[in-house]
């Protein structure tokens, strides 16, 4: 066995304050789930629950850079990824804290046209403006698909809780808006 006559198989040596700390974590989860069990027989809902920490939850800043990118500084720095035409959607829904009414889109195309053509300066302008037409039509799945790849590259990141948050959000024929304080 190689093993036997090399150092290179002994099995690494445990921090001892790694070793303290993840016995610590352990115990607070073990103290939350029980606290946890103990709201839900006194009567308490999860959906309460779930309220109670979000509100806990401190929200992150959102810097965005001159080169377009997408920073929550306060989560380590964290880049948020999307390709340039969900970043687009989210740049204009950004522009309007009262929210956008889906089929109201069309007037917002001039507007997502120049947020799209500074992300894709080197594009055809035909080629823009086909892909900003599928998106401002209320009766295509254009718009609902970038939201989608939108509200993906938060979750992808983080917990749901917290990147509903900062993701496009809404109930059909009312306003779509992203809820972070701007």
């Known amino acids: 066995d190689i093993c036997e006559s090399s150092s290179v ?18 115990r607070i989860l073990r103290e939350l789930r029980e606290n946890v069990q103990k709201l839900r027989l006194e009567g308490v809902s999860l959906m309460a629950i779930h309220e ?3 509100k806990q939850e401190p929200l992150s800043r959102m810097v965005i850079t001159e080169d377009y990118r997408i920073f929550l500084p306060d989560y380590n720095n964290m880049e948020i990824e999307m390709g340039a ?13 009262e929210g956008i009414i889906y089929k109201h889109m ?13 992300l894709r300066p080197n594009t055809d302008e035909a080629r823009l403006n086909l892909t ?3 998106v401002v039509n209320p009766l295509g ?3 609902n698909e970038n939201i989608a790849r939108i509200r993906k590259a938060f979750i992808d990141k983080f917990d749901e809780h917290l990147a509903n948050n900062y993701i496009i959000t809404g109930e059909r024929g009312l306003q779509y808006y992203i809820p972070l304080d701007r």
Not at 9 to 26: G, Q, W
Not at 85 to 97: D, Q, S
């Open 9 to 26: 198989c002994e099995e690494p040596a445990i921090d001892p304050d790694e070793e303290r700390s993840l016995i610590d974590t352990e």
């Open 52 to 54: 109670f920490i979000d």
């Open 85 to 97: 035409l969900p970043k687009a959607v989210y740049f204009l829904f950004l522009r309007y804290p």
């Open 106 to 118: 069309p007037d917002y195309y001039n507007e997502l046209l120049g947020i799209y053509k500074q």
């Open 132 to 134: 900003v037409t599928k």
């Open 141 to 143: 799945n254009a718009l």
